[in-house]
């Protein structure tokens, strides 16, 4: 069963830059799934934020993508998000998740396994 | 892009059958997943494909799709249920999800 173990940086100051890192464990990263993050302000809903493979092919929420990387070490078996320039808007639980591609019209996904999850306050 | 539609809440008794509807353009040409949620922890896969329920969830949870409208049907709900349940799919744009329904168990 794969274990998903996220870092857990708390505080951000306002325009600086968000990074976070999911450590696989029990899984290889290179194993022919997709992973990704997804983020939940308090209170609301989920927000995916993107999507990555081994290879390095990555997709992206438009309406991050200006601000977003995601990367991966498939020597460390992990994956990163940065995510820059954050406001208060950027206030949320962000989730690293094991994503399964779907091919059909175009490619789509879904998230079998999620980390724990990480509160991340932007505030000075 | 488009949107997933749900309503902010379900109510219903123990026992009884609870249907959580999404809506969205994308539906007719894109498959339909659902995830339940409780205080707390992480969301949690209960069905892919529109249909499909992985392995470890009840029976109970079912999901079916027509048209633009895709039902998440839990057959004798029970207490460890109430849960917020969020709808998934994909536009041209990328994954995107619904607002949320929250269950409540009377």
């Known amino acids: 069963q794969v274990q998903l173990q996220q870092s857990d940086p708390g505080l951000v100051k306002p325009s600086e830059t968000l990074s976070l890192t999911c450590i696989v464990s029990?899984?290889?990263?290179?194993?022919?799934?997709?992973w990704g993050w997804i983020r939940q302000p308090p209170g609301k809903g989920l927000e995916w934020i993107g999507n990555i493979y081994h290879s390095g092919n990555s997709y992206y929420n438009p309406s991050l993508r200006s601000r977003v990387t995601i990367s991966v070490d498939t020597s460390k078996n992990q994956f990163s998000l940065n995510l820059s320039s954050v406001t208060a808007a950027d206030t949320a639980v962000y989730y690293c998740?094991?994503?399964?591609?779907?091919?059909?019209?175009?490619?789509?996904?879904?998230?079998?396994?999620w980390g724990q999850g990480a509160l991340v306050t932007v505030s000075s | 892009s488009s949107e997933l539609t749900q309503p902010p809440s379900v109510s219903v008794s123990p026992g009884q059958t609870a249907k959580i509807t999404c809506s969205g353009d994308s539906l007719p040409i894109q498959f339909a997943y659902w995830y339940h949620q409780k205080p707390g922890q992480a969301p949690v896969l209960v069905i892919y494909?529109?249909?499909k329920r992985p392995s470890g969830i009840p029976e109970r949870f079912s999901g079916s799709s027509s048209g633009t409208t895709v039902t998440l049907t839990i057959s004798g709900v029970q207490a460890e249920d109430e849960a917020d349940y969020y709808c998934q799919s994909a536009d041209s744009s990328g994954t995107i999800f619904g607002g949320g329904t929250k269950l409540t168990v009377l």
């Open positions: 029990d899984f290889s990263i290179n194993s022919g799934f997709y």
């Open positions: 494909e529109d249909d």
């Open positions: 998740v094991r994503a399964v591609s779907v091919v059909g019209a175009t490619v789509s996904f879904y998230f079998d396994n």
